[in-house]
């Protein structure tokens, strides 16, 4: 059975600090997602990193992938509240459209 | 193109009732899939359709919950009769490739 570990489970960090939150998988997996997900509204996709050594940024957020260690990461640079929210990993399973299998989440809190 | 859209946003019934929540896909998108998340806890997959067929079914958490998915179209997710740790919020998402669309969620408390 495919198991996700994330961590932190809370981070609260001041504004302008930078820090990275950890998802760890078990088994073989095609691809692996991150998601936002702010209180009461859908989860939004961030980023879908689908081989080894896949690294994509979006503003203040960088994810990266190494399917070798079964581990992900989701750095946050100079962080703003506005980055407050819920943080999700989630991997698909081999051949993919199948099911996610998702990490307990991460809830992330700026600090001004 | 428009999203994933989830009704009710917000259900609150007593024990013993029956509720149902209805999902409208992506137009076009012939997976689709009902996940929950108890209070708390990570989110889990219950079950999984291509068009209208139940393609994977294992996390559905007993027989007091019934999928359909009329078509291939919408899916409706029926809770009868529901308990109280039913409750928490349900969503859905459907796909085409390897991208997953979410929808809002359906928060259902059990009282």
């Known amino acids: 059975e495919l198991k996700v570990e994330q961590n932190p489970l809370f981070l609260s960090m001041q504004e302008g600090k930078n820090y990275t939150i950890y998802c760890n998988y078990s088994t073989t997996s095609d691809r692996l997602y991150w998601y936002r997900q702010d209180p009461g509204k859908s989860l939004e996709s961030l980023f879908v990193l689908l081989s080894n050594g896949a690294v994509k940024q979006e503003g203040r957020l960088m994810a990266s992938l190494d399917t070798k260690a079964r581990l992900s990461t989701l750095h946050i640079t100079a962080a703003v509240h506005d980055l407050s929210a819920t943080y999700f990993c989630a991997v698909d399973a081999v051949g993919g459209n199948e099911k996610l299998t998702f990490g307990t989440g991460t809830r992330l809190t700026i600090i001004p | 193109e428009a999203g994933v859209t989830q009704f009710p946003s917000h259900s609150v019934i007593e024990k013993g009732q029956t509720v149902t929540l209805r999902c409208d896909p992506i137009s076009g998108h012939d997976n689709l899939y009902w996940y929950r998340r108890v209070m708390g806890k990570e989110i889990k997959f219950l079950l999984h359709?291509?068009?209208?067929?139940?393609?994977?079914e294992s996390g559905m958490p007993n027989n007091r919950f019934l999928a359909e998915r009329t078509g291939g179209t919408y899916s409706t997710l029926k809770v009868q009769p529901a308990e109280l740790e039913d409750s928490g919020v349900y969503f859905c998402?459907?796909?085409?490739?390897?991208?997953?669309?979410f929808g809002s969620g359906t928060r259902l408390t059990v009282v």
């Open positions: 359709f291509v068009k209208e067929s139940k393609q994977d």
């Open positions: 998402a459907s796909s085409s490739g390897p991208r997953y669309t």
